[in-house]
């Protein structure tokens, strides 16, 4: 298993609350970066392409933990997992952090490290702004 982690941020919103802003999939069109040439929203998730990479699409994954919010790939060649991490600090504040989890092979994950890190900066730089 492979993962990539973004940076954690502190927002100034409830846990509770960021969860439930990210839990309506359009939001998350205005997190990400211009670089994005397609974006469309579904019942349980969402599709995007970044540039002339192909398209993705995420969709909801059941999660025991109360403080995570998990997106996993529907379809495609590649299986992977984009997971929110909160972290409560009190009402009005939380820390969350993204983190991308998949099984990759090594020419697959090469290829990914740099476009995913740079994906992760920059929806944790959309969160920074909300």
Do not use: W
């Not at 969709?59 to 992977?80: I, M």
């Amino acid at each position: 298993m492979t993962t990539y982690t973004g940076p954690e941020i502190q927002i100034q919103r409830s846990a509770d609350a960021l969860k439930a802003h990210l839990s309506d999939f359009s939001n998350f069109e205005a997190l990400f970066p211009d670089s994005v040439t397609y974006f469309k929203v579904y019942d349980e998730g969402f599709t995007f392409q970044l540039g002339q990479l192909p398209k993705v699409a995420l969709k909801r994954e059941a999660s025991e933990d109360p403080d995570r919010l998990v997106l996993g790939s529907a379809g495609g060649t590649v299986d992977f997992r984009l997971i929110a991490h909160f972290n409560s600090l009190g009402d009005e504040a939380c820390r969350v952090c993204l983190t991308v989890e998949g099984d990759f092979n090594p020419m697959i994950r090469m290829m990914l490290e740099k476009p995913l890190n740079q994906l992760l900066t920059d929806l944790s730089d959309g969160l920074s702004k909300l």
